[in-house]
């Protein structure tokens, strides 16, 4: 069974660029999170989605913004990037609600310049 | 302004001796409590989980065990092996409801040969 995939794993954009993130999960999973993790603030959760529904959201700018498809597949947008978005940006899949077992993928890894 | 990385507390242990990981939470109305461990390059990969309503459980050579008197949750690994370096997170789900985990800053383990 194929993991959770994210797309790309590296870029760089400079401050005031946009930039959109791809995540696909595991086949079957219907759960999909995203998280920011820096050396600064460590892991920090952003949005989950859930059947196409936002179902929560972290405490982000509204430049963070997501949406998920009718297969699942997740992206996340950052518009007017700033210096300190430079991060990886985490994807997670789950098939139960509640537990806490997600499981990631690799990440995205941005860097603003 | 410009951000302080966070300081990972370390822990060194030999190989082939047990491994103590704690933790700190905050909220005592959180339902799931889960260990995580992330390896240089990867996200982070689910270990094991404990329901509120428990004190311990158990999984293959990792125990984890949760006081909630004191706010207090820990990883225990037997027969620590070269392939458990990483680094170690706790988290919380708050809602049973969600997949939104509240992360540690984690603990870097180090296992030397």
């Known amino acids: 069974k194929a993991g959770v995939t994210q797309t790309p794993r590296y870029l760089i954009k400079t401050r005031g660029q946009q930039v959109t993130l791809s995540c696909s999960p595991i086949s079957g999973h219907r759960s999909v999170s995203w998280y920011q993790q820096t050396p600064g603030q460590g892991l920090q959760f952003l949005f989950e989605y859930f059947s196409e529904t936002q179902r929560n959201k972290g405490n982000f700018p509204g430049r963070f913004s997501g949406r998920q498809f009718s297969n699942s597949r997740s992206e996340m947008n950052v518009s007017t990037l700033e210096l300190g978005d430079s991060a990886l940006y985490l994807c997670?899949?789950?098939?139960?609600?509640?537990?806490?077992?997600?499981?990631f993928g690799e990440g995205s890894r941005l860097t603003v310049l | 302004g410009e951000s302080v990385g966070l300081h990972l507390p370390t822990l060194s242990v030999q190989e082939g001796d047990n491994s103590i990981i704690n933790c700190a939470y905050s909220n005592s109305a959180s339902d799931y409590f889960i260990w995580y461990k992330q390896e240089s390059g990867k996200g982070p990969q689910f270990i094991i989980d404990i329901r509120s309503n428990m004190d311990k459980r158990q999984g293959q050579r990792v125990t984890v065990l949760l006081n909630k008197t004191v706010k207090h949750l820990s990883l225990q690994i037997a027969a620590t092996q070269p392939g458990d370096s990483a680094v170690y997170f706790c988290a919380e789900n708050m809602s049973g409801a969600t997949n939104k985990l509240i992360f540690g800053t984690g603990t870097l383990l180090a296992v030397q040969p």
């Open positions: 997670a899949s789950s098939a139960r609600t509640g537990t806490g077992e997600l499981f």
